[in-house]
């Protein structure tokens, strides 16, 4: 399972620099533009960004540290990609931040 029970949220380029993983909708991961099989290949080590849009505009994404044990199954992963999206649906809604 992830680390942390809510994942951090950023925007802009990654700590590292290098793209992360990406977990997709249909709860698959790539990267580096591959499809990776979680269940030959397992998780892999260090972050993993889940991207959050709203209304088809990117808002930002979630930055997802792996835990110990196995690979979440297919089931956790959608329901963090349905809150990725309940997440960019409710920032769309709310429209730019206001300074000051």
Same mark, same amino acid.
């Given at each position: 399972?992830?680390? +942390? ?9 990654? #700590? /590292?620099?290098? !793209? ?13 533009? !591959? ?12 972050? /993993? ?7 088809? !505009? ?6 997802? /540290? ?15 990609? /349905?809150? #990725?999206?309940?997440?960019? +649906?409710?920032?769309? #809604? +709310? ?6």
């Amino acid at each position: 399972m992830w680390r +942390a029970p809510v994942p951090r949220s950023q925007h802009g380029p990654c #700590a /590292t620099g290098r !793209r992360p993983p990406r977990l997709r909708r249909d709860g698959s991961l790539t990267h580096g533009g !591959r499809r990776r099989d979680l269940d030959a290949d397992g998780w892999p080590e260090g972050e /993993t960004e889940l991207r959050v849009y709203g209304n088809g !505009r990117y808002q930002g994404r979630f930055i997802l /540290t792996p835990g110990e044990g196995p690979v979440p199954p297919l089931l956790a992963r959608l329901v963090a990609v /349905t809150l #990725a999206g309940e997440t960019g +649906a409710v920032l769309d #809604a +709310a429209g730019p931040a206001r300074e000051g």
